[in-house]
Each structure stands twice: as structure tokens, then as C-alpha cells.
């Protein structure tokens, strides 16, 4: 049977296409995302900060766990850390008018589990909140635990469920793609609790949310998971001895 | 108990192409469906979305501890957050391009 091969460095710069074009437009019009500073009320700021005090201590056991205990997943890690780096740094235009940018969570759910991305997140969170006010350091528990908690910990969810039922793209797709959308399904509900409709209530304040948030983000969604698919199955050739460590791997067939 | 071995199987070429027009599409697709729009952040949106619906709220109660003076420095500081992305993604492709170079040699 014929295969036409692909080679990872080919891909690597197809990649790198892409995102450098994604890049180029959202950039044109530099825009913002996640729960600004300030944009909820004291009480709630710290209600959030509470729930993601034990995910930052449940994320810093396991990256410990990782470091001490494999230093050689140190890079994977790194390369995990990054690609939420990157995504989250591309603000995409989407098709309601507005700009957003994806999370990039998915990919590290899928190599490391949810808690450690829960850690990684709060690195680029904090970035962005200190040196771009973009988000906020009263709003960063609500950001965290939307982006790096709900969104990876329902990504974990749909990874088992799906990884040995259908071909690992459609896994890594889905998984990615869904942890982006629901990062913004949290972020909605976060905002209509603090600030319920007068009139329709929690319920009419969400629906407003969602239309802002997740709306704009689904085109975006499918393109993290299509990224995120991209970068797994480039990682499934090089980084065959992680991927075993991982358990992502049962038996390397050479 | 065997499980099949379906899920790291290569996915055919086709694939990567077609996702990478989707992933065209999808970027080039607001720009003609909404041309008039101004791509304003979906938190500005959000934001303002507080603001009709609790006009009493007063979001100043904490600033932001400083903010990028212009927007370019802005571009700047997001661009160097992608850069290190991109250092840290690119670093680990090509330590394991080198270190499969070594093993074939030795």
C-alpha cells in the first residue's frame, strides 16, 4: 500500500505557517480576553482564589513530582508550557466581529494531566496580568480556575473517554477543542453569578455572557484542537521515549 | 485482554491538508463575514456587558499594578510572549532532531 510520508520538520514549518499568519492579522488589532481587573466584585475575586488555592498545591506536587522524579519529561514539559504561551498570545479575529485567543490547554491535559496545566496556566496568566493588563491579579483566581482547572479537568474527562476508542487526532482535536470552549463556558458563568440580570436573573446574564464569550470562541476552538492534533501526532515520532514514560504508548512497534 | 491499536496510527497526509485549510478558513473568514467589524477583545465585550446590566458597578475599585503605555508596546510584550512559545516549542524539536542524528552516528 502506498503512503505518502510525511516529515515532522515538514509539518514543524506548516505549523509554524500558520500560527505566524495567525499572528499577523490578530495583530493588526491588538485586543484583550479572559475576566478583566477589577470586572468582579471583591467577594467573588476571592470566592475564586479560594477554589484554586488546592489545584495550584495539587499542580505544584505533580510538577514537582515530574521534575525530581524524571528530570528527562523536563523538556515535554517546557514544550507544553510553550504552546500555551504561543496560543494564548495569538488574539484571532472570530466570526462575531470580535478577537480572542485560544487557551493551548488541551495539548498539555493530554501529556501531563490536568493539574499540571492548572500550573502552567498560571504562569501565562500572570504574565499577561502584570505585563499586559490583560486579565487581572484580582480576577487571576477566576481565570485560573477557568482556564487552568474547568477547561484541562473536562478535557482530562473527554481524553479517557475517547483515547482508545477512535484514532488519536480525532482524540487530541476533540479534547483541545473542547477544553478551549468550555474555558469560556466557565468564564460566562463566572460573570453572570457576580452580575445577574435585574430582570432575567442569573440565567439571562448568562446567555448574554455566552454569546460574548463562547460564541467568538468556537472557530477558534477548532483551530487549538486542529493545532493541538498537529503538534501530538509530530511529538508521537519524536518524543517516542516520553510518550512511553507518559503511558501514552504501549509498546513501541518499530 | 487486547485493545486495538488504532489511536497512534498515522493519520493520512489528506488530513493534515484539510486541516490546515480549515484552519485558514477559519482565519481569513471573519475578515469577509464580519468586514465591518473593528475585532474589539471579547473581554472588552464582557465588559462592557457588566456594564449595562449593573450600571451602579464600579469595576476602578482595583487598577491594574501598570499597564502597557501604547499599543505597540502592547503588540511588543505579547509578541515576546509567543516568541518565548515559540523558543520553548522550537528547543524541544530540535534537541530531539540532534539527539536522533547522535544515536544513528554512534
Known amino acids: 500500500m502506498f503512503r505518502f510520508r510525511v516529515r515532522p520538520v515538514q509539518l514543524f514549518y506548516l505549523i509554524l505557517a500558520i500560527l505566524l499568519l495567525g499572528a499577523s492579522t490578530a495583530w493588526a488589532a491588538p485586543q484583550r480576553m479572559h475576566i478583566m481587573e477589577g470586572f468582579l466584585p471583591l467577594p467573588w475575586a476571592a470566592f475564586w482564589w479560594v477554589v484554586a488555592i488546592p ?31 504561543v496560543l494564548s498570545a495569538l488574539k484571532l479575529p472570530s466570526v462575531t466581529g470580535s478577537s480572542s485567543h485560544p487557551t493551548g490547554t488541551g495539548l498539555g491535559t493530554v501529556l501531563f494531566g490536568p493539574f499540571v ?13 502584570l505585563l499586559l493588563a490583560h486579565g487581572g491579579i484580582s ?13 484541562p479537568l473536562l478535557a482530562a474527562g473527554i481524553w479517557h473517554l475517547l483515547r482508545y476508542r477512535t484514532s488519536a487526532w480525532l482524540s487530541v482535536f476533540l479534547t483541545a477543542m473542547i477544553a ?14 457576580a452580575f445577574p440580570d435585574p430582570l432575567s436573573g442569573i440565567v439571562g446574564s448568562w446567555l448574554k ?7 467568538t470562541q468556537v472557530p477558534l476552538a477548532i483551530s487549538e484542537g486542529i493545532l493541538a492534533a498537529l503538534v501530538f501526532n509530530l511529538l508521537r515520532t519524536s518524543a517516542e521515549v516520553e510518550f512511553q514514560e507518559l503511558g501514552l504508548i504501549r509498546s513501541v512497534v518499530r | ?29 471573519p475578515f469577509v463575514v464580519a468586514s465591518e467589524a473593528e ?8 465588559s462592557e456587558a457588566v456594564v449595562s446590566i449593573a450600571p451602579d458597578y464600579d469595576p476602578t475599585w482595583i487598577q491594574s499594578i501598570w499597564e502597557p503605555p501604547s499599543g505597540e508596546t502592547e503588540s511588543m510584550l505579547f509578541a515576546l510572549q509567543a516568541a518565548v512559545g515559540g523558543i520553548l516549542i522550537g ?3 530540535g534537541y530531539k532532531r540532534g539527539q536522533g542524528r547522535t544515536v544513528k552516528r554512534s
Open chain 1, 55 to 85: 489545584f495550584w498545591i495539587l499542580g505544584f506536587r505533580r510538577v514537582r513530582q515530574i521534575v525530581t522524579a524524571r528530570p528527562e519529561l523536563r523538556l515535554l514539559l517546557g514544550l507544553a508550557g510553550g504552546f500555551i504561551f
Open chain 1, 117 to 129: 496545566v492548572t500550573i502552567l496556566s498560571t504562569i501565562a496568566l500572570i504574565f499577561q496580568a
Open chain 1, 139 to 151: 480576577t487571576l483566581g477566576a481565570n485560573v480556575v477557568s482556564m487552568g482547572v474547568a477547561g
Open chain 1, 180 to 193: 478551549d470552549l468550555f474555558t469560556y463556558v466557565v468564564t460566562a458563568t463566572q460573570l453572570a453569578l
Open chain 1, 209 to 215: 455572557f455566552i454569546t460574548i464569550f463562547a460564541v
Open chain 2, 1 to 29: 485482554m487486547k485493545r486495538p491499536n488504532t489511536p497512534f496510527q498515522n493519520a493520512p497526509v489528506a488530513l493534515y491538508l484539510l486541516s490546515a485549510v480549515v484552519v485558514v478558513v477559519l482565519i481569513v473568514l
Open chain 2, 39 to 46: 475585532f474589539a477583545g471579547a473581554d472588552e465585550a464582557g
Open chain 2, 91 to 93: 528547543y524541544f524539536f
